[in-house]
């Protein structure tokens, strides 16, 4: 065989060229591709042209090796590894060395594919019966399991977790997918994988840079290659040399290891980041581990509880999810293709792949949004079975009159709304009816309808605002509309003078006014109606379920027509509002110009102060919106204080600008709102207390500073509050963030006016709690379920709700569904479920 290559030297080149990268390297005469192109170039004696041929493709492309993409040259070297391999057994057997296996296959290398892993991994079940433990029931506490005894149950217990199905029902947050075995050659950042190979060298070290940072080094070896993995361990007593020895004993070289972990690609190659390592009795053996070569579940986690106690704990009761009755009618999974719940409930856990997890996540989330809907509709029809005192009248001579006042025509949009409630208002059972709108649509004409249909027919209203200048905004619109229909408005807030106040009170509760515009003060116990029969609540987000109530209180079951001018998107609307009718006005006025919106940078600010000094020479005005009221130094925002200051002495000295926030009085507040809308003021300086409730249609330009720290909705509701009149306008906004997401987001604004298609934006960006602003009291909270990407699901989970409550209305039929539903949606709607 003296005329056969060198056939270890060139497998080598490949197992070390693969096992730094692919990174094509430098020897001390050639690169790894000029080596190996020079080596295929001289193919054996004796081979066959065909054979020959074979050499010099491999040749050629090695020739081109350095130009190859990453995926290209793993690629190749795998090609040319299997290649040598058959070149060599028949080399071998042509000199009559029958040492060598005979080879099996003969195709050209481009047929070659990577080979299968060294060893077929196989992986112990998760779910194994804890041994001599016949009483694990659902209701069992943990400390009373042996095998997890007191001190991890008190532990467990840090999370919430009691018995054997709080265990069962606390869901991962997400899962890393071990159970993929490939070979050292195939290796690719970025993907988690199992590796099995023998461990050819151990080393053990401290880290120069950190004494109490101590490594363990495998050098680890498969048919495709080798690979030196790395794990870490701080503390200064894995120093010890005695437990560093214990370790290199527990991997020694010759043994068979398995190993999973992220894949990265590291300054001196590809590895696998610290990875979890087991080993193995043989290349056949079972890994036992309940990390390794498996879909591994992530838990939620505080601190002084580790995953390893949680895992522990799951796959100790996991056995138990057999005596889990599913509530849910079979029909219902048919119809739906749903897994079951016990093998849901195993599979959310320990999955057996990809595909069983999200078959088990797909119906353990059906199961958030299903409860919560058959609670809504349930609700709602129970409501539907009460009856109201106020039975309205959709007609009159007020509503005539009025529709007649009106400058302008109601949009097709605001005409059926109005249709939709004056329907309502005629059902013995009380409305509850959301009006949806974007800024601008023209939700409070619709509201004074409603309430002018109420008190023609003898009853009085009640208009409650989440703030004072929303509640002032409203009251100003009410008395111009309704002086002339001669009929009494009062506003109710807490600024209302003591005298006034008792006033207010006497006529309410006499029956002498019709109408109270007002905030929270509306709730107070002293507050008595004599005969309401309407609620209208704007903004009714911003209220607690409490407080909506309390003024439903103040009457005998009368009708509520609650509105937001915050747009959000239906499967959020469904998530808050699943017991109301929805309606929605998606259509602006008539004559409404579209608002230019651009994004702009610091170093844009003196083209932005020229465009306020040209508009406010036109005679326009100035929106300035800041995020805070004083210096952060955390945030280092410019505060509204401060910038009003400078602003009014050095930037625009020449006109009068206006300062407003939320922790002024409230009559400060009132005179710098006042002075705006009356055009004393040019500019006003104000943080977000101007999102809702001030209507200036002489103001055309507003700029928002530090716009990235606003969600969308709130941008795009501060937008609203220029183009409300007929002068073209304007909304800047001004970042300094250099953030892709931070572009990204200002860039929708810049390219939608459309409040609903924002909101959906903002809901992927943000999430839904944020889309509001603030958490919203009474809003579900979820364990698995997102509603920005699992809309889907609550499609269909809503549709079911609707059928089965059609079919059984009081769920008399199914008492299981009836108990599990009493269970989940006091839980969801607590505030207070799972993890």
């Not at 391999?85 to 029958?98: K, L, M, N, P, W």
């Not at 894995?238 to 437990?243: H, K, P, T």
């Not at 059926?416 to 309502?424: A, K, M, P, Q, T």
Request: net charge neutral; with cysteine.
């Amino acid at each position: 065989m003296s005329d056969a290559p060198d056939w270890s030297r060139i497998q080598k080149a490949l197992a070390v060229e693969a096992q730094y990268g692919y990174t094509d390297l430098v020897g001390q005469q050639y690169r790894f591709g000029e080596f190996l192109c020079l080596s295929f170039g001289k193919p054996p004696a004796h081979t066959t042209s065909k054979d020959r041929q074979h050499w010099r493709e491999l040749a050629f492309e090695f020739d081109k090796y350095h130009d190859l993409t990453l995926v290209e040259r793993r690629e190749l070297i795998a090609r040319a590894s299997q290649f040598l391999t058959v070149a060599e057994q028949v080399c071998a057997h042509q000199h009559g060395d029958r040492s060598v296996p005979a080879p099996t296959v003969n195709e050209s290398p481009r047929q070659i594919i990577p080979s299968k892993p060294t060893a077929n991994l196989k992986v112990a079940p998760a779910t194994i019966p804890v041994r001599g433990d016949t009483n694990l029931t659902l209701d069992r506490y943990l400390r009373d399991i042996p095998k997890l005894g007191i001190r991890k149950a008190e532990i467990l217990a840090r999370l919430g977790l009691l018995t054997v199905k709080d265990v069962l029902y606390y869901y991962p947050r997400d899962h890393i997918d071990y159970a993929k075995q490939i070979n050292i050659i195939e290796l690719e950042p970025g993907t988690t994988v199992t590796l099995v190979g023998i461990v050819r060298k151990i080393n053990f070290f401290t880290s120069p840079k950190n004494k109490k940072l101590n490594v363990l080094e495998l050098t680890i070896k498969d048919e495709t290659g080798q690979l030196k993995i790395s794990r870490f361990y701080a503390g200064t007593r894995y120093s010890s040399r005695g437990w560093q020895e214990s370790l290199k004993r527990k991997y020694p070289v010759g043994s068979w290891i398995a190993a999973s972990g992220l894949v990265k690609q590291g300054k001196y190659g590809i590895n696998l980041d610290n990875p979890e390592i087991e080993v193995l009795a043989d290349a056949d053996a079972s890994i036992s581990s309940l990390k390794i070569g498996r879909v591994l579940p992530v838990y939620p986690l505080i601190e002084g509880v580790s995953a390893d106690v949680v895992r522990e704990a799951v796959v100790t009761v996991l056995p138990a999810a057999e005596q889990l009755t599913d509530p849910l009618p079979k029909v219902v999974r048919e119809q739906y293709g749903l897994m079951e719940l016990a093998a849901s409930i195993q599979n959310i856990h320990f999955p057996e792949d990809s595909d069983t997890k999200e078959a088990a996540r797909r119906r353990l989330i059906f199961d958030e949004f299903f409860y919560l809907q058959l609670g809504f509709l349930q609700r709602r029809h129970l409501m539907r079975q009460v009856h109201t005192q106020a039975i309205i009248t959709p007609t009159g001579v007020l509503i005539d009159r009025f529709r007649e006042l009106l400058p302008f025509q109601l949009t097709n949009a605001q005409q059926r709304v109005v249709s939709e409630i004056l329907s309502d208002l005629q059902l013995p059972a009380p409305m509850n009816r959301l009006v949806q709108g974007d800024v601008g649509s023209g939700k409070t004409v619709v509201a004074v309808l409603a309430i002018l249909a109420a008190i023609q027919s003898g009853y009085q209203t009640a208009l409650m605002a989440p703030t004072e200048v929303l509640a002032e905004q409203h009251y100003r619109k009410l008395v111009g509309w309704f002086n002339l229909l001669h009929l009494p408005v009062e506003l109710l807030t807490g600024s209302t003078k003591a005298a006034k106040r008792r006033q207010i009170y006497s006529e309410l509760e006499t029956g002498e006014l019709s109408i109270a515009v007002g905030t929270h003060a509306l709730i107070q116990d002293k507050v008595n109606f004599r005969n309401l029969g309407l609620v209208v609540i704007d903004e009714q987000h911003r209220f607690g379920v409490f407080q909506r109530a309390k003024l439903q209180q103040k009457g005998s079951q009368p009708h509520v027509l609650t509105m937001t001018a915050t747009p959000i998107p239906r499967t959020l609307a469904l998530t808050l509002h699943g017991d109301l009718d929805v309606s929605q006005i998606d259509e602006l006025p008539a004559g409404r110009q579209p608002i230019q919106t651009n994004a702009v940078n610091s170093r844009q600010r003196s083209q932005v102060y020229e465009l306020m000094h040209r508009e406010i020479a036109q005679g326009r005005q100035v929106y300035i919106v800041l995020p805070l009221v004083e210096e952060s130094e955390k945030l280092d925002l410019r505060a509204a204080t401060e910038e009003h200051e400078r602003l009014a002495t050095e930037v625009f000295p020449q006109y009068q600008v206006g300062l407003l926030h939320g922790r002024m009085s409230s009559a400060d507040k009132d005179a710098a709102i006042t002075a705006f809308r009356d055009n004393l003021t040019q500019i006003i300086v104000s943080t977000t207390v101007i999102e809702v409730g001030v209507d200036v249609p002489n103001a055309t330009v507003m700029l928002i500073e530090n716009a990235e720290r606003f969600g969308l909705s709130q941008l795009h509701q501060l937008r609203g509050r220029v183009g409300r009149g007929a002068h073209r306008s304007y909304c800047l906004l001004m970042s300094s963030s250099t953030s892709g997401d931070a572009k990204q987001r200002l860039q929708v604004l810049e390219q939608s006016q459309d409040g609903f298609w924002i909101s959906e934006m903002d809901m992927q960006l943000r999430g839904p709690g944020q889309v509001l602003g603030t958490r919203q009291s009474g809003m579900a909270d979820f364990a698995l379920a997102s509603l920005a990407e699992d809309g889907e699901v609550l499609t269909i989970a809503r549709d079911a709700a609707e059928k089965v409550i059609l079919q059984d209305n009081d769920l008399s039929e199914s008492p299981r569904l009836k108990a599990e539903l009493d269970y989940r949606f006091q839980k969801l709607m607590g505030g207070s479920i799972l993890t």
